[in-house]
T-cell receptor, first 115, second 115 residues
Framework: DGGITQSPKYLFRKEGQNVTLSCEQNLNHDAMYWYRQDPGQGLRLIYYSQIVNDFQKGDIAEGYSVSREKKESFPLTVTSAQKNPTAFYLC??????????????FGPGTRLTVL | GDSVTQMEGPVTLSEEAFLTINCTYTATGYPSLFWYVQYPGEGLQLLLKATKADDKGSNKGFEATYRKETTSFHLEKGSVQVSDSAVYFCALRAGGGTSYGKLTFGQGTILTVHP
């Protein structure tokens, strides 16, 4: 079955540690995205990537880093510089054609808690 | 900048009641509009979408019509079920030739349906 997988589902981090969240898709989508969701709020864009080896900052990129070495994978690292990292993180992907993107499809999410 | 405003929740209904969740937007150009649904502990699922004015998106008994004159995309369902209990997000994707598919989300509306 085609889809987007995120791992782990739950992640606990001590203050001062970096952690990496995994996102893999087998939909052959070109574009991938990372969003952060906080209780009672909508989603906010952290980073996005339209093609391999290229990515752009979203609205709240400070304290996060990404890489896009393969089309299928877009891992997100939450660094110790992120002051309030406890949140639900969602990865998404979409087809990109003629410079426009199609509907975004989401993974199941990773809940990160800082202890 | 672009923005999406959803009616404040939570919304509590009895089974078979009529549902309306209001959504209005501010955007330049001709955005595409989406409704996503999120079940507890899961990622977002696309519910329906509309890409131009007067388009009606529909899925699983839910409907929404893209009204450019009132900048609205209200979600409706004639008869809700307990299984419809979830968080509903309205979102827009900027149109007019944007080169990436950034979604702007509303804050979400919690729907609870009682038997």
């Amino acid at each position: 079955d085609g889809g987007i997988t995120q791992s782990p589902k739950y992640l606990f981090r001590k203050e001062g540690q970096n952690v990496t969240l995994s996102c893999e898709q087998n939909l052959n989508h070109d574009a991938m995205y990372w969003y952060r969701q906080d209780p009672g709020q909508g989603l906010r864009l952290i980073y996005y990537s339209q093609i391999v080896n290229d990515f752009q900052k979203g609205d709240i990129a400070e304290g996060y880093s990404v890489s896009r070495e393969k089309k299928e994978s877009f891992p997100l690292t939450v660094t110790s510089a992120q002051k309030n990292p406890t949140a639900f993180y969602l990865c998404a992907s979409s087809i990109e054609f003629w410079g426009l993107t199609d509907t975004q499809y989401f993974g199941p999410g990773t809940r990160l808690t800082v202890l | 900048g672009d923005s999406v405003t959803q009616m404040e929740g939570p919304v509590t209904l009895s089974e078979e009641a009529f549902l309306t969740i209001n959504c209005t937007y501010t955007a330049t150009g001709y955005p595409s509009l989406f409704w996503y649904v999120q079940y507890p502990g899961e990622g977002l699922q696309l519910l329906l979408k509309a890409t131009k004015a007067d388009d009606k998106g529909s899925n699983k008994g839910f409907e929404a019509t893209y009204r450019k004159e009132t900048t609205s995309f209200h979600l409706e369902k004639g008869s809700v079920q307990v299984s419809d209990s979830a968080v509903y997000f309205c979102a827009l994707r900027a149109g007019g030739g944007t080169s990436y598919g950034k979604l702007t989300f509303g804050q979400g509306t919690i729907l609870t349906v009682h038997p």
